[in-house]
Nanobody
Framework: QVQLVESGGGLVQPGGSLRLSCAGSGFSFSSLRMSWYRQAPGKERELVAGITSAGGTTNYADSVKGRFTISRDNAENTVSLQMNSLKPEDTAVYYC??????????????WGQGTQVTVSS
């Protein structure tokens, strides 16, 4: 059974930090790209950060550059998102996503169920 389970969300004050984690099972974790997306109420889901299968390349949305860091531990089948200097506009449900790419098509693409992050005083 394929599973992608997020954890670490919660309520934090502006300027605070949270670390999100995503644990994968039931698939070849180390062969897939991992990403974090988020979706705020009334808005479209957006890419926050991505990391290649071996962790050699990362990318970030402009809105989080310098504040968020994505990392992965393939030995543990986990991907993390360290979020610092949080702002109210970071409030959203955060989703873990993985996918493969064979040059033509996506494959083995899975979504987690999401974890709520609320930044408020």
């Amino acid at each position: 059974q394929v599973q992608l389970v997020e954890s670490g969300g919660g309520l934090v004050q502006p300027g605070g930090s949270l670390r999100l984690s995503c644990a994968g099972s039931g698939f070849s974790f180390s062969s897939l790209r991992m990403s974090w997306y988020r979706q705020a109420p009334g808005k479209e889901r957006e890419l926050v950060a991505g990391i290649t299968s071996a962790g050699g390349t990362t990318n970030y949305a402009d809105s989080v550059k310098g504040r968020f860091t994505i990392s992965r531990d393939n030995a543990e089948n986990t991907v993390s998102l360290q979020m610092n200097s949080l702002k109210p506009e970071d409030t959203a449900v955060y989703y873990c996503y993985c996918n493969g790419w064979d040059g033509r098509r996506l494959y083995s693409n899975y979504w987690g169920q999401g974890t709520q992050v609320t930044v408020s005083s």
